[in-house]
C-alpha cells in the first residue's frame, strides 16, 4: 500500500498563501487643513486736531499811530479831546506826567515826493497863553525827529468817565512857496509815538 509522505500544507501555515498575522493598515487620512485664524485689521490713529494757541496779550511796547490811527487797526480816537485853555502850563503838566511822541512826515501834493526843510511847530493855548512845546524842521526824507511831548496815564482809558488818555496838540506845518497847514487836535498817547502825515500844496500866490 502506498503512502505518500507529501505533506500538504494547511492553508495559513506558511508558504506563498502566508499572510502575516497582525491588524490591515488603515487607510491613509487626507489632512484637514486647519482654519486661519483672521488677524484683526491694525486701526491707524487718528492725530487729534491741535488746540488753538491762545492770544497772549500784547507787550506794553511803543505804538505807532498814523493820523491818529493805529495802522491797520481801528479809529482810536472815541470822543472829542477835552478842552485844556482853562489850565494853566504848570497844572498841564501836572496833569500829563508821563512822555509821548509825534513825528511829522511832510510830503507834496498826492504823497508823491517829500519835502525837506518844512517848518514844524508844536503848540498849545492855555489859560497863560500860548505856549511852544516842539520845534523841528523836516530832513531830506520830509521827517521830523521824534518830538517828546507831555501826555497823561495810560490807565486813564481804563476808567469810565475819565479824562481822555491823550493830550492834543496843534500842529503848524510851514514851508516857502507852500500853503501853510494845520492840525488844531493832534492825540499823543503816553508812551506811543504818532506820525502826523503832511501834505503841502503849492501856493499860487508865493510867486506873485
Partial sequence: MYISRRKHRLPGEGGEDARPAGKTPAPEETPVPEKETPVPEKETPVPAEPEPEREENPPDGP????????????????????????LSYEEFL???PKTGALKVQAFLGMRSLPVAEAEVTVEKTLS???????????DPDGSTRDLPLP??????????????????????????????????????????????????LPDPGAGA
Fill in 94 to 96: 501836572a496833569k500829563n
Fill in 63 to 86: 505804538v505807532e499811530l498814523i493820523d491818529g490811527r493805529e495802522a491797520d487797526g481801528p479809529e482810536v480816537l472815541g470822543r472829542e479831546p477835552e478842552d485844556d485853555a482853562r
Fill in 128 to 138: 497863560d497863553g500860548v505856549h511852544v512845546f516842539a520845534a523841528a524842521a523836516t
Fill in 151 to 200: 501826555a497823561p496815564e495810560r490807565e486813564n482809558s481804563q476808567l469810565p468817565g475819565s479824562d481822555n488818555p491823550f493830550a492834543v496838540y496843534r500842529v503848524t506845518v510851514s514851508h516857502p512857496g507852500y500853503v501853510t497847514a494845520v492840525f488844531p487836535d493832534v492825540p499823543v498817547f503816553a508812551g506811543v509815538k504818532s506820525i502826523q502825515q503832511v501834505s503841502l
